[in-house]
């Protein structure tokens, strides 16, 4: 049985909350009483490492795969205007209030330590999208690097670490979905087939033993600015809905599937829609363009 109710994670700023729909039935998820976050993903969600790829990944790339415990444990996360595709904390980093202030940050200092494995420029799988440079690391091979080498390093090396109290966050499918607009193909079984490829390597996270999951869904790409400029935007609103929907159908099926896994996916495209539609709620004044200092060193990040 599927579970609609809602439940809630703070995001440590104190006056941001991100709700998350439940999708099993097991005890409500506790974020107050979770000691880590372990992320997946692409440049929406990498944070650099010492150890990493520099703009890329926190620790290691395509060549690089293997590591130790000990350099895992000793990686520290860079926060500065580059450290990230945002220009300063991203989202997980504001989550777990973990590597938000500028300069060095062990994972292991933080109330809620974040071990961040996604890569920038990461699509699902090179079965169905070529990597965007040679070292990448797609989503597949960021869990099987993960199953390898870092799993264990948490597991028998960090003191104090618990699964149970642990929760696991992927957000992927922005390149994915880019990447594959103008293919020949029945975009809707295409989306399904990419989920199901992603829902293969979460089970293999299962299969090591983590119960708690959350999963992000596509933002609003059709709206971005270059796309708000164009007659037909690519990728367009319903692609992006399907893809949505291939991602809600898989994580309720990987819920029923799992009673015992706390599943939760955050409706990321509804929050950002009306970011878009109602920014004067959010204190936004510009939603068509880039900003212009983006790249300046004393651009303001909120």
């Given at each position: 049985m599927i579970i609609l109710t809602t439940c809630i994670l703070a995001i440590t700023s104190g006056t941001t909350f991100a709700r998350a729909g439940p999708l099993s039935k097991p005890a409500k998820f506790d974020w107050s009483s979770t000691e880590a976050l372990i992320a997946f993903g692409d440049s929406y969600t990498y944070v650099q490492g010492t150890l990493g790829h520099q703009n890329f990944s926190f620790i290691g790339d395509q060549f690089n795969l293997a590591y130790d415990a000990e350099t895992l444990?000793?990686?520290k996360?860079?926060?500065n205007q580059t450290a990230t595709a945002e220009g300063g904390p991203n989202w997980v980093e504001y989550l777990t209030n973990c590597g938000v202030h500028q300069g060095l940050t062990s994972p292991q200092n933080c109330k809620k330590q974040l071990w961040d494995f996604a890569f920038a420029g990461a699509d699902i799988s090179t079965e169905y999208t070529p990597l965007h440079h040679n070292f990448t690391v797609s989503l597949?091979?960021?869990?099987n690097q993960f199953k390898q080498y870092g799993h264990p390093a948490l597991l028998h090396n960090l003191t104090?670490?618990?699964q149970d109290k642990t929760l696991l966050a992927l957000w992927i499918g922005i390149n994915d979905i880019n990447d594959s607009v103008k293919y020949a193909v029945d975009f809707p079984s295409f989306y399904k087939t990419l989920t199901d490829t992603l829902f293969a390597s979460v089970e293999i996270l299962?299969?090591?033993?983590?119960r708690n999951y959350l999963f992000m869904n596509l933002p609003p790409l059709d709206r971005t600015p270059g796309n708000q400029v164009k007659s037909e935007p690519s990728p367009n609103a319903t692609q992006v809905g399907w893809y949505n929907a291939a991602l809600a159908d898989h994580a309720a099926a990987f819920a029923g599937k799992h009673k015992e896994a706390r599943v939760m996916l955050f409706d990321a495209h509804a929050r950002l829609v009306?970011?878009?539609d109602e920014p004067w709620k959010y204190g936004m004044v510009n939603t068509t363009d880039f900003c212009a200092g983006y790249d300046q060193p004393d651009i303001a990040v909120g």
């Amino acid at each position: 049985m599927i579970i609609l109710t809602t439940c809630i994670l703070a995001i440590t700023s104190g006056t941001t909350f991100a709700r998350a729909g439940p999708l099993s039935k097991p005890a409500k998820f506790d974020w107050s009483s979770t000691e880590a976050l372990i992320a997946f993903g692409d440049s929406y969600t990498y944070v650099q490492g010492t150890l990493g790829h520099q703009n890329f990944s926190f620790i290691g790339d395509q060549f690089n795969l293997a590591y130790d415990a000990e350099t895992l444990l000793s990686n520290k996360i860079v926060q500065n205007q580059t450290a990230t595709a945002e220009g300063g904390p991203n989202w997980v980093e504001y989550l777990t209030n973990c590597g938000v202030h500028q300069g060095l940050t062990s994972p292991q200092n933080c109330k809620k330590q974040l071990w961040d494995f996604a890569f920038a420029g990461a699509d699902i799988s090179t079965e169905y999208t070529p990597l965007h440079h040679n070292f990448t690391v797609s989503l597949v091979d960021q869990i099987n690097q993960f199953k390898q080498y870092g799993h264990p390093a948490l597991l028998h090396n960090l003191t104090g670490f618990k699964q149970d109290k642990t929760l696991l966050a992927l957000w992927i499918g922005i390149n994915d979905i880019n990447d594959s607009v103008k293919y020949a193909v029945d975009f809707p079984s295409f989306y399904k087939t990419l989920t199901d490829t992603l829902f293969a390597s979460v089970e293999i996270l299962y299969s090591l033993g983590y119960r708690n999951y959350l999963f992000m869904n596509l933002p609003p790409l059709d709206r971005t600015p270059g796309n708000q400029v164009k007659s037909e935007p690519s990728p367009n609103a319903t692609q992006v809905g399907w893809y949505n929907a291939a991602l809600a159908d898989h994580a309720a099926a990987f819920a029923g599937k799992h009673k015992e896994a706390r599943v939760m996916l955050f409706d990321a495209h509804a929050r950002l829609v009306d970011m878009l539609d109602e920014p004067w709620k959010y204190g936004m004044v510009n939603t068509t363009d880039f900003c212009a200092g983006y790249d300046q060193p004393d651009i303001a990040v909120g």
